[in-house]
């Protein structure tokens, strides 16, 4: 086997990390890859990151980049279900983060291997799913961007949890093209901001926020479509948007389309960065070639990647080769950025007495791009309190839906609102 390329401990000494010294780094990541390296379990299991501090996700992170260990990123916000779904994939020997996960090993659970990092990704059907990278798919899609935006340092402020993939690629952006990193939105000036349109929203009604990020280098907004209306309103204020696609399965970004096109140019498309290469099968369907491509999916059936990646999303190529994102080809609902599986919701909800069908839908929604609705059927009335706290128990709290209607019948979905 390949020796995985590994993060030498000796690069985070320098001061990268706003309001944190690179010295009191750097000793953390030591006392953290010590506690790794003590736990013989650590190279063959792994070390479960599910820490909601930036700092020591980030101090655990590179811990186990300089020893090659496996990585698992997990969501420390996952319900119930999640924890048990993701327990039959993986048996870490080390948890990072008040989670409950059982580290005593168990038969049946493949492993991953050295140097491999998987990342939860919400953008596929079927529950919990464990995208495989490692360091140097992590570092190529770094170079596409880098070179984007012309080779300077990428400094990030980051907004975004460090379990989702574009907040990870903030931290490795700005670790490995000598930027810097801070993990707030008091300055904004020659730095890099990454949000998702329900942010990008929000912030266009607060005037101080407009401020901050109209002296930003780069606004990147992605994770889901963006409504004319809002590019409007974005061009207005004369924001430095770039409009991205990406997914976790290409380690975020994969296609960009510069500030200067977004504020010149009504619906323009995006053009592959770095070695990606992107094309449109004859159904419509998104097919996606880069170094930073995945390795499949920890823990299930191989996947063929000879011929690239299909994403599940529908789009087409224009004139200027750029890409044009059409929605998805499969059941996904897309809201505020975090995609969302019906089926799983279902699922959820067919554990609750009284329900007997269910059907979950999302629906247009000027805020969230998508809500979660959930048709019910049931012949007593539903007390749909309940049925929300119990989801909040076994679920994220972005797969709880937001309504619920009950209906005679569920292909009939005749609603009536009941919450």
């Known amino acids: 086997m390949e020796t995985p390329l590994k993060m030498d401990v000796k690069d985070v000494q320098r001061d990268w990390i706003v309001g944190f010294s690179g010295e009191a780094f750097s000793a953390l990541v030591r006392e953290q890859a010590a506690r790794f390296a003590a736990n013989d379990a650590v190279a063959e299991r792994g070390v479960l990151l599910a820490e909601s501090d930036p700092i020591r996700f980030s101090t655990a992170f590179f811990a186990g980049l300089s020893l090659g260990v496996p990585l698992i990123l997990a969501n420390p916000k996952w319900g119930s279900a999640e924890w048990a779904a993701l327990s039959g994939l993986v048996n870490p ?14 038969e ?17 059907t079927g529950g919990v799913k464990l995208a495989i990278h490692d360091w140097a798919s992590l570092l190529a899609a770094t170079r596409g961007l880098h ?18 993939v574009s907040g990870l690629m903030q931290l490795v952006r700005a670790f490995s093209t000598g930027g810097q990193i801070r993990f707030d939105e008091a300055v904004t000036a020659g730095y890099c901001v990454s949000l998702v349109p329900t942010q990008l929203q929000r912030s266009l009604s607060d005037a101080a926020a407009v401020e901050r990020l109209r002296v930003a280098r780069a606004v990147f907004v992605g994770g889901a479509a963006l409504p004319e209306a ?15 696609y990406g ?15 977004f504020l010149n140019r009504d619906a323009p498309g995006a053009a592959p960065l770095g070695e990606a290469k992107i094309g449109v099968d004859s159904d419509g369907g ?9 390795q499949g999916y920890h823990g299930r059936e191989p996947i063929d990647l000879a ?59 000027e805020e969230w791009g998508e809500v979660v609705i959930a048709y019910l059927q049931s012949q007593s009335s539903l007390d749909t309190e309940n049925i929300r706290q119990r989801l909040k128990e076994v679920l994220s709290p972005h797969k709880v839906p937001k309504r619920f209607k009950q209906v005679d019948a569920i292909s009939a979905c005749q609603a009536k609102s009941v919450g």
Not at 318 to 344: Q, S
């Open 147 to 164: 070179d984007f935006l012309g080779g300077d340092p990428i400094h990030s402020s980051c907004l975004l949890p460090l379990h989702h």
């Open 247 to 261: 997914m976790t399965e290409t380690a975020a970004m994969i296609a960009a389309v510069p500030a200067e096109d």
């Open 307 to 365: 011929e690239g990646f299909c994403t599940g999303d529908r789009g087409y190529l224009d004139e200027r080769g750029g890409l044009h994102v059409l929605g998805r080809m499969d059941r996904l609902i897309n809201t505020g950025g975090e995609k969302v599986d019906p089926a799983e919701v279902e699922q959820a909800l067919l554990q609750i007495e009284a329900i007997e069908a269910a059907q979950v839908v999302g629906e247009p929604d």
């Open 108 to 124: 049946g659970v493949h492993h991953p291997l050295p140097g491999q990092i998987l990342i939860p990704t919400g953008g596929t």
């Open 286 to 294: 998104i097919r996606v070639r880069t170094p930073a491509l995945f």
């Open 230 to 244: 809002l590019a409007a309103e974005a061009r207005k204020a004369h924001l430095p948007i770039v409009q991205v």
């Open 93 to 106: 020997a080390m948890i990072v983060g008040n989670m409950p996960m059982d580290t005593t090993t168990r």
